[in-house]
């Protein structure tokens, strides 16, 4: 467990983008596809799963051709690249509620980083997308970009190594339980997003 979060705790605040600073909605990713494929988007559902091809994608290893093509494979769909990029970046959902406010205030108090496990096709879309809410990050690291991912330790280090900070005085915010347990494992304070107020309520007890 944590120490309890107290006004000057922390010396930077590390964010995940999904779920915490931006939503997702994986229903418009198989809606798209299933639309183009001229099936219903359950059969797509029960046939996506986080698999080896995944994680190799998130870090850098294949293509996203590569990645699509193997989909093809999986998903029993003939869809073309350009649909299947159509419908994986149509997982964005738009910024989570009141988080740019929060950004704000808080990056007038701390450096503010992010870490994200994503894919080049997610890079390339949402760097241009929600390049003002992800303007507020001194540096986002890229699982994509270090071949590394959450949640490794490994990856964890490395972040931690390029922040320069200890890890103890890095406050990790992630929506996802395992991602939390490894950033505590390698020292990180880690809050787990499971709802919309608990950035605000992390930042209020730093006393931001």
């Not at 091809?53 to 290893?61: K, Y």
């Not at 880690?190 to 007890?205: C, E, R, S």
Request: glycine residues 8%.
């Amino acid at each position: 467990m944590n120490a309890p979060l107290l006004p000057n705790s922390a010396d930077a605040l590390l964010f995940d983008l999904g779920r915490v600073v931006l939503d997702i909605d994986f229903g418009k990713v198989v809606a798209t596809w299933a639309g183009h494929a001229r099936c219903e988007p359950a059969q797509l559902v029960e046939r996506f799963l986080p698999n080896d091809a995944w994680h190799r994608h998130e870090r850098g290893e294949i293509s996203d051709a590569e990645f699509f093509a193997g989909l093809r494979v999986s998903l029993g769909i003939g869809i073309s690249d350009a649909e299947f990029l159509e419908g994986w970046n149509a997982i964005f959902a738009g910024e989570m509620p009141d988080i740019s406010a929060s950004l704000a205030r808080a990056g007038q108090r701390l450096p503010l980083y992010a870490f994200s496990n994503t894919n080049n096709a997610h890079v390339v879309h949402f760097s241009q997308a929600y390049a003002g809410v992800l303007g507020h990050f001194r540096e986002i690291y890229l699982s994509s970009t270090i071949g590394l991912r959450k949640p490794d330790a490994a990856a964890y280090d490395h972040v931690v190594k390029a922040i320069g900070v200890p890890a103890s005085r890095i406050v990790f915010f992630d929506d996802s339980a395992a991602n939390i347990d490894g950033a505590r494992s390698r020292g990180l304070a880690a809050v787990h997003v499971t709802g919309p107020d608990d950035v605000a309520k992390a930042l209020a007890a730093l006393g931001i």
